[in-house]
């Protein structure tokens, strides 16, 4: 099955060679006769992966033979393109693109020139709704990919509705260059703004900025020169940006247009009504959307003739008449779509454009509509047939921002009244729910759901749980921000209590200080002294760990102090002190640091509080060591680790894994300033082995840098290079220090 050949042809061949038709395979297979046919006759090429497993099962291919038949529809995908900040996903159709002859030729000029290092680096495409600008900047992208060996990313900016928020943009595309959570932790705006027109002058990138809603959203994501090139689309030229390019779009020429529509529905149906086609061109506005909406209907509705089509699409341009020309074509293919749909799929239309995020799975659907998974699945499958929902091989589905504007417009006219509100209530409640019972899955004394609970996605593991929270990251915390908005005071705290263990497995999220602002003032709304205590912790934890922001974080520490003793509650005056004490340590404060870790020890002992108590045990241990104590802070360390070891410890699962990890790599410290090399080095190859299981990158990260210096001190170079090139693989979860220290200490071994 070579990669040279279509997905089609590979597909025909293995069929021929188990002697199947295609009705016997759409038998095996459950795929339908149609939809193979228009797979071998190249109409379809590049169908989703389930279909594709589905065929391999129906003929029979071995586990090898079904991933490279998978390889070969994943060769067929248009682009690649980094996913950032809410991508686009490519159309389906960018395989079937259309003309543009001349607009293509100008944006290769522009690479072209911008290559030379002395030309524009900047070109907007504009034009109105539905005109082609993302298409053609992907298939621009595509076409030129190889001229940028830096990389094509590919910004969605949601400039039709809900903007994403600029500064976001910088954080996921500077991220997308390889840049640490860390090092961008380090920077205000206006660093990073700098930091990116920085990496974009010294490589040679390609940027797609799509849907721009004015000069504002882009300019701080723009280069100042060098040889990389941003492609920029917005329905407005952005004539407040200076040397930039230009390229005004405008519908398709009429043979264009025609060609467009030929390509959609074959040679042969095209040629027979040759007049209706053109017509319906015509009758488009011969706008790529609104061509493609009605093709694919045509397409779905295999019993229409394309006159049927014309006079339905003549009717539409009756009644819509009397909007602006643009706006009216692109609609009335929506409409066109939208009035075909069941009343299922109509309804979950409308509730979509409710999702706060960029695509969504069907659990999604099956929330908002008090129905089964398996249920909206199919109803979702329906918007894909109607080219009104796009869906990727990975199982999730995406609403462009113009539909999902069409939707959000139906759903205020067609809706119930209240129903809307209640459709966003039952999406909250359920994001916010499964976040809570996710994020327990690391809490101690929780664990596994509770028998009781029936969910809407799989959290039967600790790795399902995590694998949720961080995909569907945007949208619960959208929901979350929404929930303190209406004053939902005592949802907010109970999310974001349920997140505190969780969120050392994604230390670098760069949420975190948000999450724990909301809940520690839902906390104060509430007038619950002991709930500030526990939020206004978790707050210090985030400042400190996440954004590096040591002097805020002793403050909230502090605040949190007080709150808990007007609580009476011993346990949250200890962690306060213990929050503090890192804080301190991390602002060169060791004796402050060491003081408060052992006032937190003795109130944790106090409170009976093991989990705290081996926090602060472990934090007066480093504190040791940074005093040049490093004979005691080995003493502490043994100590937690006979704790963890002994029959009887009341300690299990992912506190105590993280607690071994924390307290193996301290070990390994203590011994490096002992100068006991061997020792250290054991004791931090264990930390990597620890860390590694347990998905702490940043953990590994730092552990494999102080085993390569362990391994220096031995004259093991060899060794020491593994360990530090591992970091470097790490990349961005490693964290820039660790990435800047391996890349110093690789630079002082001898080259091979």
């Known amino acids: 099955m070579s990669g040279e050949k279509s997905f089609g042809v590979v597909l025909r061949g293995l069929r021929q060679r188990g002697r199947l038709t295609i009705e016997e395979l759409a038998e095996a297979s459950g795929v339908s006769v149609r939809a193979i046919g228009d797979m071998e006759r190249g109409r379809s090429r590049v169908p989703q992966r389930r279909t594709v497993v589905a065929l391999a099962e129906g003929l029979g291919l071995s586990d090898t033979e079904r991933e490279a038949l998978l390889a070969t529809v994943r060769a067929a995908r248009p682009i690649r393109a980094v996913a ?28 072209e020139r911008a290559g030379t290092g002395v030309g524009v680096s ?46 976001e943009a910088l954080l996921k595309l500077l991220k997308a260059l390889g840049v640490s959570d860390r090092r961008l932790a380090q920077e205000d705006a206006q660093g990073h703004a700098g930091l990116l027109r920085a990496l974009l002058r010294e490589r040679r990138c390609l940027v797609v900025l799509d849907n721009a809603r004015d000069e504002g959203q882009v300019r701080p994501l723009l280069p100042a020169g060098g040889r990389s090139l941003v492609l920029v689309t917005s329905r407005r030229p952005l004539s407040g940006l200076e040397d930039v390019d230009r ?20 040679a042969e149906r095209a040629g027979a009504e040759a007049e209706a086609v053109a017509r319906v061109a015509e009758l488009c506005g011969r706008l790529p959307l609104a061509l493609r909406v009605a ?11 394309v006159d049927h089509l014309v006079r339905r699409l003549a009717d539409e341009e009756r009644r819509l008449g009397a909007l602006a020309a643009g706006d009216v074509r692109v609609e009335a293919a929506f409409e066109l779509s939208y009035r075909q749909l069941t009343g299922q799929a109509a309804r979950l239309l409308r509730l979509l454009s409710l999702v706060p995020g960029p695509d969504m799975t069907a659990a999604y659907g099956a929330a908002l509509t008090a129905t089964g998974v398996f249920e909206a699945e199919d109803v979702m499958e ?31 006219r067609e809706e119930e009244p209240g129903e809307e509100e209640a459709a966003e209530d039952r999406l909250r409640t359920w994001l916010l729910d499964t976040a809570v019972v996710a994020g327990r899955w690391y809490k101690p004394k929780y664990g596994a759901p509770p028998p009781s609970w029936q969910g809407l996605v799989p959290l039967d593991s600790a790795e399902q749980a995590r694998a949720w929270l961080q995909s569907e990251g945007t949208a619960w915390l959208a929901a979350l921000r929404t929930a303190a908005d209406r004053g939902e005071h005592t949802r907010v705290v109970e999310t974001a209590d349920a997140m505190h263990w969780f969120a050392d497995l994604w230390v670098f999220w760069g949420h975190w200080p948000e999450v724990y602002r909301l809940s520690s003032e839902a906390a104060a709304a509430l007038d619950d002294p002991y709930l500030q205590a526990v939020h206004l912790n978790h707050y210090s934890w985030a400042l400190n760990t996440c954004e590096r922001r040591h002097r805020e974080a002793v403050q909230r520490a502090d605040e949190a102090l007080d709150c808990a003793s007007r609580a009476q509650d011993t346990s949250q005056q200890a962690w306060a002190l213990n929050y503090a004490a890192w804080a301190h340590m991390e602002l060169g404060e060791a004796q402050e640091g060491a003081d408060k870790s052992l006032a937190a020890i003795a109130l944790f002992e106090t409170a009976d509080d093991r989990e705290g108590w081996l926090q602060a045990m472990s934090s007066y241990g480093h504190s040791l060591c940074l005093l040049g104590r490093a004979e005691e ?47 250290a080095a054991d004791h931090h190859r264990s930390a990597v082995v620890h860390a590694n299981r347990l998905g702490l990158a940043y953990g590994e990260s730092h552990s494999l840098v102080s085993l390569g210096e362990a391994l220096i001190e031995l004259g093991e170079p060899e060794e020491a290079r593994s360990c530090l090139r591992q970091v470097l ?21 001898p080259t091979q």
Request: net charge negative.
């Open 247 to 266: 390229l005004a779009l405008s519908e398709m020429a009429q043979d264009e247009a025609v060609e467009l529509l030929r390509r959609i529905l074959g």
């Open 382 to 412: 329906e918007l894909v047939e109607a080219g009104l929902l796009q869906a990727s091989f990975t199982g999730r589905y995406q609403l462009h921002d113009l539909l999902r504007l069409f939707a959000r417009a139906r759903l205020s």
């Open 84 to 111: 950032v900040a809410g991508t686009v996903v490519p159309p389906r159709s960018v395989g079937d693109f259309t003309g543009r002859g001349a607009e293509l030729a100008r944006l290769r000029e522009a690479a």
């Open 295 to 305: 093709g694919n209907w045509l397409t779905v509705r295999s019993g229409w003739t």
């Open 122 to 167: 900047v070109l907007v495409v504009s034009g109105p709704p539905g005109c082609g600008k993302t298409t053609l900047a992907l298939k621009a992208a595509a076409d030129l990919a190889e001229e940028f060996p830096d990389g094509c990313f590919v910004v969605d900016l949601h400039g039709v509705e809900g903007p994403v928020d600029t500064g």
């Open 729 to 749: 693989d790490l990349g961005d979860a490693a964290g820039s220090n660790y990435l800047k220290a391996a890349q110093k200490l690789l630079d002082t071994l």
């Open 633 to 679: 802070a080995l003493t502490q360390h043994e100590r937690i680790i006979t704790f963890l070891d002994s029959p009887d410890c009341p300690l299990s699962g992912h506190v105590a894994d993280l607690t071994r990890v924390q307290t193996i790599s301290g070990l390994g410290r203590d011994y490096s300033s002992l100068g006991r090399w061997r020792e």
